[in-house]
């Protein structure tokens, strides 16, 4: 452990709300930022800053008391622990697979351990590579989101533009349990297609013969789906209208295209992440 450092030196996490300052919370964390404060359905949680992060990792005792102050009210369940490097979720650059993600994280001392692997992970040759390939400077500044663990029936991610020939329909992926079984490529998930007025054009059942659920102990683990499940398409109309019009939300406080992860904890829908749609195909 180190002593404490000066006060002015960094700052104690904040509110997800109040994290607009993208310099100091990262592209992630002020994007959820400017979400949660026009009333879209983000899971609550906090920010912690790109420097204080540092010196979490570095064992300051006292930025360590203030983080896990800092989450005392999330502490009810497990919690999710994301990056937010500077940089991170833009149009240029979402580092999707980059960064290392923590969910069903639990106790004071797996939640130091998780925003220390969340901020190493930046440092990883993958992701060093990534940045020498977009051309950014310097080292990897990480903020992180901590935020209280979403636990849905089904989750996936969702395109406001068809992502590989620009049309303008919603692109829809969906699985069983935690979204990361759709984002890892761990299934085949179920596809739609919904133009702008909410008429659905393409469904196609997957395979989910697996989903990603929280462990007893902490962390996930893979659980086999039963039969029935496996082909079952996750997404009814009910549940599609409310991807639509959060789509439309998104673009009214946003603009421009969307690429958003999502989860259905019964008929509530909640918003986990939302960025521009990288490198996305222009409108025909």
């Known amino acids: 452990m180190t002593g404490p450092l000066s006060p002015s030196t960094w700052s104690a996490p904040v509110p997800l709300r109040l994290a607009t300052d993208e310099s100091r919370y990262g592209g992630k964390a002020s994007q959820l930022a400017a979400a949660a404060r026009a009333g879209l359905p983000v899971p609550e949680g906090i ?6 992060v540092d010196v979490v990792a570095a064992g300051d005792d006292e930025a360590l008391a203030a983080l896990h102050v800092s989450t005392t009210d999330l502490q009810g369940g497990g919690l999710a622990v994301r990056s937010s490097a500077l940089g991170e979720d833009s149009a240029g650059a979402s580092f999707a697979g980059q960064h290392l993600t923590c969910l069903n994280v639990r106790g004071s001392d797996g939640l130091t351990e998780a925003v220390r692997t969340v901020r190493d992970s930046a440092h990883s040759a993958a992701a060093l590579a990534y940045r020498e390939r977009l051309g950014l400077p310097g080292r990897p500044r990480v903020a992180v989101v901590v935020q209280e663990l979403v636990v849905p029936e089904c989750a996936g991610v969702l395109f406001s533009r068809d992502p590989l020939d620009g049309s303008d329909v919603l692109v829809i992926e969906a699985s069983w349990g935690l979204g990361e079984a759709v984002v890892s490529g761990l299934v085949v998930p179920d596809h739609y297609r919904v133009r702008r007025d909410g008429r659905v054009i393409e469904r196609t059942a997957g395979m989910k013969d697996l ?3 929280p ?3 902490g962390g996930t683990s893979q659980v086999p789906v039963p039969a029935d499940r496996i082909h079952r398409l996750c997404l009814d109309e009910t549940r599609l209208e409310s991807l639509r019009e ?7 406080v946003f603009g421009g295209t969307q690429d958003l992860e999502w989860a259905f904890v019964a008929d509530r ?3 986990l ?5 990288t490198g996305a195909v222009p409108p025909h």
């Open 47 to 52: 920010a912690l800053e790109w420097l204080f």
């Open 211 to 213: 989903a990603v659920e």
């Open 215 to 217: 462990a007893l102990a």
């Open 246 to 252: 959060l789509t439309a939300r998104c673009e009214q």
């Open 269 to 271: 829908l909640r918003l």
């Open 273 to 277: 992440q939302r960025r521009p749609m």
